[in-house]
């Protein structure tokens, strides 16, 4: 009798999966293999170029709100003295704007690097905390220049925290510019308007006596041949002319071809020309007063509010004017302007 011989089935060999123990290396290249799945930290990863990072996208819009609701007091103080007919931060509104926009072409023609140590956000830490407590404290005292200057320490903390010491490194221009948005205080926007008026004053009276037309200067008053006068108002003092061509200035200075110390030189330019630039508009004025138009030269004439928008024009084209003269000095190359390379 013949026994059938069962057939071999062929059936898919299971392979065992091997765990490795703990603290056990991955066999077989799995430990490579668990790298490239694994989820970089984003403080771990070198970026030559900045892209938001999806975990932090909660976290920014918390932090915006937080932002907002920490500086609403110290912005609404602010707003006052930006739109005082009488004041000399009437410049303030666009600051915040221009620092974006800056911040917005550095990353575009740069990029942005993020590089986050633990050092740094060591010292982020602390930056941060200590520019909020004097932040509260300001608020509680209600000293709004101190309140609104701990926004550039806690925008510093912020950035230095998420992208290390080289974002900071692309970013601390924007952040610094904002401080031509923070009013001084009264106290010493008084002294400061007081000094420069007197000065204009005396330096105005003396080129108009060189120019050949009589005048004497008693306190603020230049007075005329024929009973004339001319007071130097506070707003004449030029210090709101000094206050914005100083932004301009930072600005243009930041931005234009110039490199190493011609940077630095030109800077340096912007106090003297907005000082010289009020000098000849009080000069100019004194001598339209002379020819016995005393109300062209006084607050409402037309010469008056013509000569307040001719010293931003004056002082602005002797800036770029300053730009070539001082290129041609020996020294650091200059290079594109608006000094943005395309980063590497």
């Known amino acids: 009798m013949t026994h059938a011989v069962p057939e071999k089935i062929n059936q898919p060999a299971v392979q065992e999966k091997v765990m490795d123990a703990p603290g056990e290396m991955p066999q077989d290249g799995a430990s490579d293999a668990a790298a490239k799945k694994r989820t970089p930290n984003y403080r771990e990863t070198r970026r030559k170029v900045f892209s938001f990072p999806r975990e932090l996208l909660s976290p920014s819009i918390l932090l915006t709100i937080a932002m907002a609701g920490l500086f609403f007091w110290t912005v609404g103080r602010m707003w006052e003295r930006w739109n005082n007919s009488h004041g000399y931060y009437s410049h303030g509104p666009l600051i915040l704007p221009i620092s974006a926009a800056t911040a917005w072409l550095i990353v575009r023609n740069r990029g942005l690097p993020m590089q986050s140590t633990r050092a740094s956000r060591i010292v982020a830490m602390v930056l941060l905390v200590g520019a ?14 101190v309140s609104g200057f701990m926004l550039l320490p806690i925008l510093t ?16 221009f924007p952040i610094a510019f904002l401080a031509f948005m923070i009013p001084l205080p009264d106290p010493a926007i008084g002294d400061i308007n007081f000094r420069l008026k007197i000065f204009a004053a005396q330096a105005a009276t003396g080129l108009v006596n060189i120019l050949g037309a009589p005048a004497y200067l008693r306190g603020a008053e ?121 980063a590497r």
């Open 157 to 172: 903390a912020i950035v230095l925290y998420l992208g290390g010491w080289r974002m900071l490194g692309r970013l601390w």
């Open 222 to 342: 230049i007075f005329l041949s024929g009973g004339r006068t001319l007071t130097v108002e506070d707003a004449c003092s030029g210090l709101r002319s000094l206050i914005s061509l100083l932004a301009f200035a930072t600005l243009f200075t930041y931005m234009c071809k110039l490199r190493g110390y011609k940077r630095l030189l030109l800077l340096l330019a912007a106090v003297p020309i907005a000082v010289a630039a009020n000098i000849v508009r009080i000069v100019t004025l004194t001598m339209v007063a002379n020819s016995g138009n005393v109300a062209l030269a006084t607050p409402g004439g037309w010469v008056h509010d013509l000569m307040g928008f001719v010293v931003f024009v004056v002082a602005f084209c002797l800036m770029f004017f300053l730009e070539e003269l001082i290129d041609l000095l020996p020294g650091a190359k200059s290079a594109k302007w608006l000094g943005f390379a395309k």
């Open 132 to 145: 909020l407590l004097l932040h509260l404290a300001s608020m509680y005292a209600r000293v709004t220049f």
